[in-house]
């Protein structure tokens, strides 16, 4: 089991990452990817450009540390985040999660996991250019409706706990 973190400002191969993943465990049964691309339209305004930045180290161990926790929630075998920063044009790869289990509703669940809690809890910052100007990216109150769902379960007694 492990995760795999990857913080880089050059574009990355959807296909060839995938794959290395794959070749790391033949026993897994499931891969499940989600990918993150720039888009050409935000809240009505046309996007130009998204310049991304992030805190070196301090990204990565967030990101770890998302994984981790992802790892101890499901069965999971291996985890995959590839975050890219600095200047990204409509249409570019932002994030590659990857995640592999013995079955996919494990895989699914994980990888969902991993986006929510990457969108809200990782410290990376957007900044998108528009006709209009340039601004900075708030957070969206659907990235912490999309949070929440994972910070209060049902054990399986039926009692409810916070994580």
Same mark, same amino acid.
């Given at each position: 089991? /492990?995760?795999?973190?990857?913080?880089?400002?050059?574009?990355?191969?959807? !296909? @060839?990452?995938? *794959?290395?993943?794959?070749?790391?465990?033949?026993?897994?049964?499931?891969?499940?990817?989600?990918?993150?691309?720039?888009?050409?339209?935000?809240?009505?305004?046309?996007?130009?450009?998204?310049?991304?930045?992030?805190?070196?180290?301090?990204?990565?161990? *967030?990101?770890?540390?998302?994984?981790? %926790? /992802?790892?101890?929630?499901?069965? &999971?075998? @291996?985890?995959?985040?590839?975050?890219?920063?600095?200047?990204?044009?409509?249409?570019?790869?932002?994030?590659?999660?990857?995640?592999? *289990?013995?079955?996919?509703?494990?895989?699914?669940?994980?990888?969902?996991?991993? &986006? =929510?809690?990457? $969108?809200?809890?990782?410290?990376?910052? $957007? $900044?998108?250019?528009?006709?209009? !100007? *340039?601004?900075?990216? =708030?957070?969206? =109150?659907? @990235?912490?409706?999309?949070? %929440?769902?994972? %910070?209060? %379960? $049902?054990?399986? =007694?039926?009692?409810?706990?916070?994580?």
């Amino acid at each position: 089991m /492990a995760i795999f973190i990857k913080v880089i400002s050059e574009d990355f191969n959807f !296909g @060839d990452e995938l *794959s290395a993943l794959r070749a790391t465990n033949t026993g897994i049964g499931a891969i499940v990817s989600f990918l993150g691309t720039v888009r050409d339209m935000n809240r009505g305004e046309v996007v130009t450009q998204m310049a991304l930045e992030h805190y070196p180290g301090m990204t990565e161990k *967030s990101l770890q540390t998302i994984g981790e %926790q /992802a790892m101890a929630r499901w069965q &999971i075998e @291996d985890a995959l985040v590839i975050h890219r920063y600095g200047a990204l044009q409509p249409g570019d790869q932002i994030v590659l999660v990857a995640v592999t *289990s013995a079955h996919r509703g494990e895989a699914f669940q994980a990888c969902e996991f991993i &986006i =929510d809690y990457l $969108k809200t809890e990782a410290p990376f910052w $957007k $900044k998108e250019s528009t006709p209009s !100007g *340039s601004h900075w990216v =708030d957070a969206r =109150d659907t @990235d912490q409706t999309a949070l %929440q769902k994972w %910070q209060t %379960q $049902k054990d399986e =007694d039926g009692s409810t706990t916070t994580s």
